[in-house]
């Protein structure tokens, strides 16, 4: 497949779970592809396999949450690679509490690396595609954008903060061959999955396996998607079949969520 051929992807977050997969599928794709991330060594062993394809990559360490940081990411990438007329925002922490437990820090810090950190990139790179008159930018939300859940009133805000961003700029910028859209996954078998199962298992006392298993309700499929999954959808939104879709926030889940 070279769908994508001639064309340079940044992927944040790119280092392991959806990302690495992201970036992987990109690059089996026909795209070179920088990723970045704040571990150096995760990074490698992704560029490694994007070589492997043998597509050019490179990997920037960043914290998103930081401008400077953007800022200097982005530049070394056009360095490297050329300028990336695809971004694939994954980078994005989690975490589960009370209303009444979620902290200031807590909150801060989602906002920050789920919403301001997409802003940042989003602010850097999107001008270059609207120059070059095509450009792809690919969310990675959550099902937490579209729909409320207990316990995660910061994590959620900030997917809906993420797909809203989605939407504005999408339509910012629809005639001029940029498409910017917002994949919304439900649970997928990642690590970030493994600790929201650590966090039942706390508070119910179930073990591992039955925590796991109530994750794997909320779908009607009964079952974890796949990093591969999600990394399919990314990668259709870079393409030209998928031009006419832009703004959107589409729902991975096996059919749960229904809006």
């Not at 790119?14 to 920088?34: C, E, F, K, N, P």
């Not at 990723?35 to 560029?47: C, H, I, K």
């Not at 030209?240 to 926030?249: F, H, S």
């Amino acid at each position: 497949m070279s769908e994508l051929s001639g064309r340079i992807a940044l992927v944040t977050g790119g280092g392991r779970g959806i990302g690495r997969a992201i970036a992987l599928s990109l690059a089996q794709a026909g795209a070179d592809v920088a990723v970045s991330g704040r571990n150096a060594d995760v990074l490698e062993e992704t560029v490694g396999a994007i070589r492997a394809t043998g597509r050019r990559a490179t990997a920037v360490v960043c914290d998103v949450s930081e401008r400077s940081q953007v800022d200097a990411m982005v530049a070394q990438v056009k360095k490297d690679v050329g300028d990336p007329l695809i971004l694939v925002n994954n980078a994005g922490i989690a975490g589960s509490a009370k209303l009444s437990e979620t902290t200031d820090d807590m909150w801060e810090a989602m906002l920050r690396v789920n919403a301001t950190g997409a802003f940042y990139c989003m602010r850097a790179v999107v001008p270059m595609m609207v120059e070059a008159k095509w450009g792809r930018v690919v969310n990675v939300a959550s099902i937490a954008a579209r729909a409320g859940a207990p316990y995660i009133a910061a994590y959620a805000a900030s997917k809906h903060a993420m797909l809203g961003l989605t939407r504005a700029v999408a339509a910012e910028v629809a005639a001029r061959g940029v498409t910017v859209n917002a994949v919304c996954p439900g649970y997928v078998d990642t690590e970030m999955t493994d600790r929201s199962a650590a966090f039942i298992t706390v508070r119910t006392g179930r073990d591992d396996k039955e925590a796991r298993k109530i994750l794997e309700g909320f779908s009607p499929q009964k079952r974890l998607m796949t990093a591969d999954e999600v990394a399919g959808l990314a990668t259709y939104l870079c393409s030209e079949a998928a031009r006419g879709i832009n703004g959107q926030g589409l729902v991975l889940d096996g059919g749960a969520f229904q809006g």
